[in-house]
């Protein structure tokens, strides 16, 4: 079991920027995919973006080029560096892992809101 707890959410303009931190409550080192993934109301989640274990990444096609995805395994640690926001970013931004041991087991954050205003 991996609890995951996110961090850094807030209020902020258009232009600017916030880094969002998801620490797990267990190693990351075996982790093999972490991603964030954001909802806002009515609407489904969707991925934002992900890191692997060997530390390729991959991104929505909205965020390519303003938010960037990084882990610190010895922090236990996934970050999320959003630049350049806009008020479209708008959303309850969620933390996710996904662990494979024999079977596959996926963990979620209790999610943190990020508000752009214009």
């Known amino acids: 079991q991996v609890r995951l707890v996110e961090s850094g959410g807030g209020l902020v303009q258009a232009g600017g920027s916030l880094r969002l931190s998801c620490a797990a409550s267990a190693s990351i080192f075996g982790i093999n995919a972490l991603a964030w993934y954001r909802q806002t109301p009515g609407q489904q989640r969707e991925l934002v973006a992900i890191?692997?274990?060997?530390?390729?990444?991959s991104y929505a096609d909205s965020v390519k080029g303003r938010f960037t995805i990084s882990r610190d395994n010895a922090k236990n640690t996934v970050y999320l560096q959003m630049n350049s926001l806009k008020p479209e970013d708008t959303a309850v931004y969620y933390c996710?892992?996904?662990?494979?041991?024999?079977?596959?087991?996926?963990?979620w954050g209790q999610g943190t809101q990020v508000t752009v205003s214009s």
């Open positions: 890191i692997a274990n060997s530390g390729g990444t």
């Open positions: 996710n892992a996904n662990q494979f041991d024999g079977s596959w087991h996926t963990y």
